[in-house]
Structure formats: structure tokens, C-alpha cells
């Protein structure tokens, strides 16, 4: 699974990078280095506009955790932050998206827990950053999905609420020990399909949830402190060496 992540990327590298055509300045995000459920970041979509004769390439700042079109109330969003590949076409809260809302979530790394012992054999969590191998933004599957929020009028700023979230897969043989799962992410040769509203059979989308080949990825032990979402900082990525747990406690 996927339930912490960093983003820091300026949204200027973001457009030159997958070539967006529209975004909005004034859609501005701060750098995240501990980006939690419910917190919004950026991600790249295509929409075809009433009037356009072809999708846009966007580069959109929305909320994670998705909110699907029916339900009652966007509490939801806590527990629908990640979805997985094999059940991601038939699961109701995530089937329409799949079909022709789909995004890439451009991301430093994403943190990763790992059960390990501790002291007076109790297991604890070992936190891990994992990022390309070789640098640069790693670009997640997702979804995203319109939510109407009955409770105000239409014209409202909170009338609509824009979710994602992040198609997951089998960790690949390097991560398993870490985690059995790990967030789906694409090959630059697949952006464009996988982006691409006009590709609405399912069938045909599912071949796009296969991940690149192993190898791609590297798990760093990072400090306790991202398990606080208070903390936010470049020092969450960067490598932590324990010396005693004990002296991690205090």
C-alpha cells in the first residue's frame, strides 16, 4: 500500500516534464516531504473541454483520497487512498474512474513501514523512502473522481471536491520484505494511454497495469520522525542509520 508520500517537485518541472498544456499559477501547492491522507498534491490529467476538439493535458492540485460519485458524504476518502490493480475495473467505488479518469501522480519517493522486532519481542514499524534508483520523479497510476457536496448550493467554492487516488500492485521481489504491496507506477512510453479519457474499455486500460521491470526502485531506512505528520522536511528522505532503538524512543 501507499499511505505517506513526498512531493517537492516545482510544478514549473512538473509541465515541462509530461508536457502539460494547462495550468493555473494561481493552483500553487507548497513542497511536501510527508504528504497524509486528506492532503492535496499535484497531478497530471487530461480533460476534454465542452467545446474542445481534443483533451488537455492539465496539471491539477487535488485532495487525496477519493470520493466516489454516490457517496452520501466525503468521509470516505480516509479509507479509499489506495486501489488495487487486480479489482481496480469492477470495484464500484473506483470502476467509472478507471474507465476515463485516470491521472499520474508525479512523486519524490513514498514512505514504507516495515514490521520488524523489537524490544521484549514486540514488533515495531521501520519506516523506509522509496524513490527511482537513479533519480527524479516517480510517476504513480491514479484515479480521480467529481464529488458533489449537497450540503451547498450550486456556484459554491466547496460545491465540487476533486479526489484522487493511487493504483496499487504486487511489491516487486526487492520490497516484499518491506511490504507485500507497492503503488503501480509508469514508463514514460505508457503515460499518454494511461492518460488518455478517450481509452475507456476497461480490458484494453488493464493491459497498462503492469509495472516496469524490476530494479527500478530503492528502499532507503529513513528517521522515525515521518511517522508524525507534523514533520515535514527534505531530512524525512534522507538515510538513517539506528544505533540502539532504545535511543530512538527519546
Known amino acids: 500500500m501507499c499511505g505517506r508520500f513526498a512531493a517537492s517537485s516545482k ?41 474542445a476538439p481534443r483533451p488537455v493535458r492539465q496539471l491539477r492540485a487535488l485532495r487525496w483520497g477519493l470520493v466516489p460519485q454516490w457517496s452520501s458524504s466525503a468521509e470516505t476518502a480516509v479509507k479509499m487512498i489506495n486501489a488495487r490493480s487486480d479489482t481496480v475495473h469492477e470495484k464500484p467505488a473506483y470502476r467509472q474512474a478507471f474507465a476515463s479518469r485516470r491521472c499520474i501522480l508525479p512523486v519524490d519517493g513514498y514512505y514504507e513501514w516495515q514490521t520488524v522486532p523489537g524490544e521484549r519481542g514486540r514488533a515495531r514499524k521501520k519506516p523506509f523512502f522509496v524513490s527511482r534508483a537513479g533519480g527524479g520523479p516517480l510517476a504513480l497510476a491514479g484515479l480521480y473522481e467529481f464529488w458533489r457536496n449537497r450540503a451547498v448550493p450550486p456556484g459554491h467554492p466547496e460545491a465540487w471536491l476533486v479526489t484522487f487516488t493511487i493504483v496499487t500492485t504486487d511489491a516487486e521481489e526487492a520490497l516484499a520484505p518491506i511490504h507485500e504491496r507497492m503503488p503501480l507506477f509508469l514508463a514514460p512510453d505508457s ?16 493491459r497498462l497495469l503492469i509495472p516496469p521491470p524490476p530494479g527500478a526502485l530503492l528502499a532507503t531506512p529513513v528517521s522515525p520522525a515521518v511517522g508524525n505528520i507534523r514533520n515535514n522536511g527534505p531530512e524525512l528522505k534522507e538515510p538513517w542509520v539506528e544505533v540502539e532503538y532504545e535511543t530512538t524512543l527519546f
Open 11 to 51: 510544478p514549473e518541472d512538473l509541465v515541462e516534464l509530461f508536457d502539460v498544456e494547462f495550468w493555473d499559477p494561481a493552483e500553487s501547492l507548497d513542497p511536501n516531504w510527508n504528504v497524509a491522507p486528506t492532503n492535496s498534491a499535484f497531478v497530471v490529467l487530461e480533460r476534454l473541454s465542452k467545446g
Open 191 to 206: 503515460w499518454g494511454e494511461w492518460l488518455d479519457p478517450g481509452l475507456d474499455d476497461p480490458e484494453e486500460v488493464r
